[in-house]
């Protein structure tokens, strides 16, 4: 089964950037999508971003033109570019991705913390 390892989190003030990387145990190549999911305290954990393996990327209203979703399948990684940041952005961001199988990769990683606060 592969391990997803979320990193890049932190503190950034409003309207700061942040690039946050997922690194997969094995190949992403068979996965039907990647994406980056956030859950910020006492809330649903939510999709904001995904990548098909063609490149087609999708993006919650939240977060569009400002978050950009990228993927290197050569490196098995996944990134979320994060720009023009409001502190409603902060939450705890995974990534997680459907295998052929219909079914997301379990456990989830432990996420990286994204705090917006000036």
């Known amino acids: 089964q592969v391990q997803?390892?979320?990193?890049?989190?932190?503190?950034?003030?409003p309207g700061g950037s942040l690039r946050l990387s997922c690194a997969a145990s094995g190949s992403i190549l068979n996965f039907i999508y990647m994406g980056w999911y956030r859950q910020a305290p006492g809330k649903q954990r939510?999709?904001?971003?995904?990548?098909?393996?063609?490149?087609?990327?999708?993006?919650?209203?939240?977060?569009k033109g400002r978050f950009t979703i990228s993927r290197d399948n050569a490196k098995n990684s996944v990134y979320l570019q994060m720009s023009s940041l409001k502190p409603d952005d902060?939450?705890?961001?995974?990534?997680?991705?459907?295998?052929?199988?219909?079914?997301?990769?379990?456990?989830?990683?432990q996420g990286t913390q994204v705090t917006v606060s000036s």
């Open 4 to 13: 997803l390892v979320e990193s890049g989190g932190g503190l950034v003030q």
């Open 46 to 63: 939510v999709l904001v971003a995904s990548i098909t393996g063609d490149g087609i990327t999708q993006y919650d209203d939240s977060v």
């Open 90 to 109: 902060t939450a705890v961001y995974y990534c997680n991705g459907y295998l052929p199988t219909f079914q997301l990769v379990t456990p989830w990683g």
